[in-house]
């Protein structure tokens, strides 16, 4: 780095400098989070429309004394910069490098870990409300944006913190964007004369709307909202993608997730992969399903893009409903669907369904609606880390009665699946991960009618032992089998209802590996020692999955390397489990 931002280790060193070097050090950061995303990839869009609210918070708040909270933390770039992370920010979302999100652990400037939205507002009326009991001073800034005011977690924050009379600072980072445009009223209210009383009747006092790009502005502002004794908003509008063209060209997404990309010959490029995602290769069976069925419609939390959906939002615009960044309601949206007599699909990622748990248990199976969740980025997802690995949904929708769960090996299962899924009548899952597809193997044949239990990848007369796996996992056990005449490989295919019979055959033999890319903890393993259990059978099993830890950001194939999630590693299993070495 050089310049303005060379000379900025903390936000001490921005609170001196000259006022007027200031719109220089917001042309540097631009320039800086450009460079780094360009390098290795990262959320773009939000953080460039943030600089100049994010250079502001730090010249009024003295951080870490003064608590700073962003929403999620993608549009925080700046923040890192400032904060003395800048020699490391070529690093961002690599193994052991500056985390994709933010986090106390990295930094005492981080106030929160937060990779989903609308925790901000919540935690900071917690963090302010337990230093005055403590008495410990200071300000506390929650920043909200980028869809965070489409869910129901930031107003029940708002309801409380302005009923508390607490001077809690909320800054609206407004860029009418979550990942793509944001849906709904209330942004659309946001940018009415009615923002004033929407938040007023809330409680607070209302500052703006201010143009969250003139620094002086923003300044004046934000000096007034800390001298408050009750609870403020202060209302920022800004651009999502501020100063880099091709960000803001980007209608889609104003440039939310560009890059790895770089200019050549005075255009941008950008690398691409040529190969299909499960992503893209389930939003194709989708719509052949809705083409088909006009029962079948879409839902999703402002996952338009991630779920590969826009696509069938131009094709069905009335029949693709994105909610916006609001898992609960898009589930009970969709028991209310499928209530009417539709058969609504819930595109969603894995580590959003785990917020809206109660409603998958109270408003969908609990009465039995025939909801079909397609539950992305299932597994490891890589770069965006721990608070987005898809690790759990195995062990937390088992237990639920009544809810089906398969698990495609390769894009050519997803067809039959979704359509039985949709045939069944009851809550299902379809669990795919966040990766490109592979051309389907030799051993394994697409089946065009409907998946029936557990499918044999290979079967072995008189088998020493098998290795069952859920989902692609089964490419890595057929290679790992290859070399190995007596081992079987079993698809277990469903982690609910489990086939039985095929794998009482595995137990047969004495030896079974299970092995799962989610935690090993209450997944399937645990359910297939379960039966074993019940049947009174006692082979030597031995699981492989997460283990009971949080997986960090990193590359996921590594991280299937290093958790012997990859063919060398289940080989390995399986030899130390036939040779009887403890399991440690």
Not at 108 to 127: E, I, N, Q, R
Not at 221 to 249: C, D, I, N, W, Y
Not at 336 to 358: E, H, K, M, N, W
Not at 383 to 411: E, K, N
Request: glycine share 12%; with cysteine; net charge neutral.
């Amino acid at each position: 780095m050089a310049g303005v931002l060379a000379r900025v280790a903390s936000p001490s060193d921005l609170r001196a400098l000259p006022e007027a070097e200031l719109p220089r050090l917001c042309e540097e950061l631009r320039e800086a989070i450009i460079t780094v995303c360009g390098r290795v990839g990262g959320h773009l869009g939000a953080s460039l429309g943030a600089v100049e609210l994010i250079v502001a918070l730090h010249r009024v708040f003295h951080s870490p004394s003064d608590a700073l909270l962003f929403d999620v933390g993608h549009q925080a770039y700046a923040h890192k910069l400032l904060t003395g992370r800048g020699e490391r920010m070529h690093t961002l979302r690599q193994e052991g490098g500056i985390g994709p999100f933010l986090d106390p652990r990295e930094s005492p400037h981080d106030a929160l870990l937060a990779g989903h939205a609308c925790t901000a507002v919540s935690a900071a009326l917690g963090l302010l409300e337990g230093r005055r009991q403590l008495g410990h001073r200071g300000h506390v800034v929650a920043v909200v944006g980028d869809g965070a005011l489409t869910g129901g977690l930031s107003f029940e924050g708002l309801n409380n913190a302005g009923g508390s009379h607490l001077p809690l600072v909320v800054v609206v980072n407004d860029n009418q964007m979550s990942i793509s445009a944001n849906v709904g009223a209330v942004p659309a209210l946001l940018r009415t004369r009615n923002a004033r009383a929407f938040f007023e009747a809330l409680g607070f006092t209302y500052l703006g709307p201010v143009d969250g790009h003139d620094l002086s502005a923003l300044v004046r502002a934000l000096r007034e909202a800390r001298s408050a004794s009750r609870p403020v908003v202060v209302h920022a509008m800004t651009q999502k993608g501020r100063g880099f063209p091709p960000a803001e060209a980007d209608e889609q997404t104003r440039g939310h997730a560009m890059g790895p990309y770089e200019w050549r010959d005075g255009k941008l490029v950008r690398s691409r992969g040529g190969q299909r995602t499960f992503s893209e290769a389930f939003a194709a069976v989708l719509e052949e399903a809705m083409a088909k069925d006009p029962r079948v419609v879409a839902v999703t939390p402002a996952m338009l893009e991630g779920s590969a959906l826009t696509g069938l939002k131009r094709r069905f615009p009335d029949r693709v409903h994105d909610v916006g960044i609001a898992e609960q309601h898009a589930v009970t949206f969709c028991a209310g669907l499928a209530a009417a007599g539709a058969r609504p699909v819930c595109a969603i990622y894995s580590t959003f369904l785990q917020r809206a748990y109660d409603q998958i248990i109270h408003d969908v199976c609990l009465p039995g609606l025939p909801v079909v969740f397609a539950v992305d980025r299932a597994g490891l997802v890589g770069a965006d880390g721990a608070t987005h690995q898809g690790a759990y949904d195995v062990s937390f929708l088992r237990p639920i009665p009544g809810m089906r769960q398969w698990a495609p090996v390769v894009g050519e299962d997803l067809g039959a699946m979704l359509q039985a899924a949709l045939d069944g009548g009851v809550p299902a899952v379809l669990r795919f991960p966040r990766g490109t597809l592979v051309p389907l193997p030799p051993e394994l044949r697409a089946e065009p009618t409907s998946p029936t239990g557990a499918r044999w990848l290979r079967r072995v007369p008189d088998a020493r032992l098998t290795l069952v796996t859920l989902g692609p996992l089964g490419l890595a056990a057929l290679e790992a089998a290859r070399e190995e005449p007596s081992w079987s490989v079993l698809d277990a295919r469903s982690a609910w209802p489990l086939d039985e019979a095929a794998l009482l055959e595995a137990a047969a033999g004495g030896h079974v590996v299970v092995a799962e890319e989610g935690t090993v903890r209450g997944g399937l393993g645990s359910a297939v020692l379960e039966l074993y259990a019940a049947a009174g059978v006692t082979p030597r099993v031995r699981l492989v999955g997460l283990p009971d830890r949080f997986i960090p950001h990193g590359d996921a194939r590594t991280q299937r390397a290093e958790l012997g999630l990859d063919a060398a590693g289940l080989r390995r299993a399986g030899q130390a489990l036939l040779r009887g070495e403890v399991l440690r």
